[in-house]
């Protein structure tokens, strides 16, 4: 199993940018999607951002299209969020997920995938 680990969280004001990072430890070759999925204590966990690693697909959720992007690097087995011109709506824990099938929206459900990181808090304050 692929073990996630993400950093990269923060505090900033309304505007500001932000970049997570998640590094997946372990036997990665039949990992075919990553997602980013954030979380309040009051909404579900919603996906924002995915990638198809290996064709480089990649998926965004209406509310963060152009503003946030996902990428990876194979060498570094490493995740990216770059989120910019941050809102107070995006504070929530950010999670990296990781599925052994390809991803065809952002917001793919949450049983698909197998691998979880322990979530990274972002705040966004006005």
């Known amino acids: 199993q692929v073990q996630l680990m993400e950093s990269g969280g923060g505090s900033v004001q309304a505007g500001g940018s932000l970049r997570l990072s998640c590094v997946a430890l372990g036997d990665t070759s039949r990992t075919r999607c990553m997602t980013w999925f954030r979380q309040t204590q009051d909404q579900e966990r919603e996906g924002v951002a995915a990638?198809?690693?290996?064709?480089?697909?990649?998926f965004y959720a209406d509310s963060v299209k152009g503003r946030f992007t996902i990428s990876h690097d194979d060498a570094k087995n490493t995740l990216y969020l770059q989120m910019n011109d941050l809102k107070p709506e995006d504070t929530a824990m950010y999670y990296c997920?990781?599925?052994?099938?390809?991803?065809?929206?952002?917001?793919?459900?949450?049983?698909?995938?197998?691998?979880w990181g322990q979530g990274t808090q972002v705040t966004v304050s006005s």
């Open positions: 990638i198809n690693p290996g064709p480089d697909d990649t």
């Open positions: 997920a990781a599925s052994d099938a390809y991803c065809i929206v952002a917001n793919s459900r949450s049983r698909h995938f197998d691998s």
